[in-house]
């Protein structure tokens, strides 16, 4: 898989709801991203509802015991720590709750990100649907991975994802506002001339990022200079909409850490 370098960074005014009516541009979106650019698009998604949704998985995180589940078929919704942990392809502090479609939650989360995920889709260049019913398709599944990077060290080494027939880009939603939740730190991505383009500045509550997910980018040290409280919950949040292949799925490559 080739890297491919972060170009400009385009802010939109349409809800992600409005890009499925709109093939002409998510036709544009489509060359633009495979080339390196990126967009913030508004999710639409009412903010005091995204608010909501980390104070309950803030009581799951504080309430009962973190376990760690294979991306596999019947996978049981779950959260775990990563602290470094050698079984990730990519190194990093946080900790992620994973939901699939193949199970119940209480916020129906993929109803409520369902658009997010069908334009994902088609800027992948596939039906809108794909990836979102209870079974597999083509050895892969989607998979919403709440992740919760601490004041005082979350971060996620700089890498690459996967692009294959499963998926061009791996949006993320923001459920948290630099500023307000945190003062340092967030997404980056990296451009052709190995500079780090901020992309953290142009994202609010809401905010749905896409950008080619070859393109090298990371999580910088959340607020580095604090003191370091996974129990607390304080930091960066954000939705991963993803698309994840299966542990037994041998043909499609891994993210790289890149250090």
């Known amino acids: 898989m080739t ?17 499925l009516d709109a093939s002409g541009l998510v036709d544009s979106m489509r060359s633009e991203i495979a080339a390196g650019a990126v967009y913030v698009v508004p999710s639409g998604i009412d903010r005091a509802l995204l608010v909501e949704l980390r104070a309950y998985l803030t009581r799951v995180g504080q309430s009962s015991l973190p376990s760690y589940h294979r991306i596999e078929v019947g996978a049981p919704n779950s959260h775990r720590m990563n602290d470094g942990d050698e079984r990730s392809y990519v190194r990093g502090r946080f900790h992620q ?3 699939y479609p193949w199970n ?22 596939l039906p809108p649907a794909s990836f979102l019913g ?16 601490p004041r005082g060290g979350g971060g996620l ?9 499963h998926q061009l880009t791996v949006p993320t939603l923001e459920l948290s506002h630099r500023g307000d939740d945190y003062a340092t730190g967030g997404i980056y991505v990296i451009r052709a001339d190995g500079s780090t383009l901020d992309v953290q500045e142009h994202l609010d509550v809401g905010d749905v990022l896409f950008f080619n997910a ?19 919950f304080e930091g960066r949040w954000i939705a991963l909409l993803a698309v994840n292949k299966l542990q037994s799925t041998a043909d499609i490559g891994d993210s790289v850490d890149l250090g």
């Open 97 to 99: 709750f994973s939901f």
């Open 3 to 19: 890297s491919v370098p972060a170009t400009d960074v385009h802010v939109l005014d349409r809800t992600v709801d409005e890009l």
């Open 134 to 149: 209870r079974m597999p398709e083509q050895g892969c599944t989607a998979r919403i991975s709440v992740q919760f990077y």
């Open 214 to 232: 070859a393109t090298p980018h990371g999580v910088a040290t959340i607020d580095h200079a604090d003191a370091l409280a996974w129990h607390r």
């Open 104 to 125: 119940q939650d209480l916020f129906g989360l993929f109803d409520l990100l369902g658009p997010a995920y069908r334009v994902k889709n088609l800027l992948s260049g």
């Open 157 to 165: 080494n700089r890498h690459t994802d996967p692009v294959d027939r």
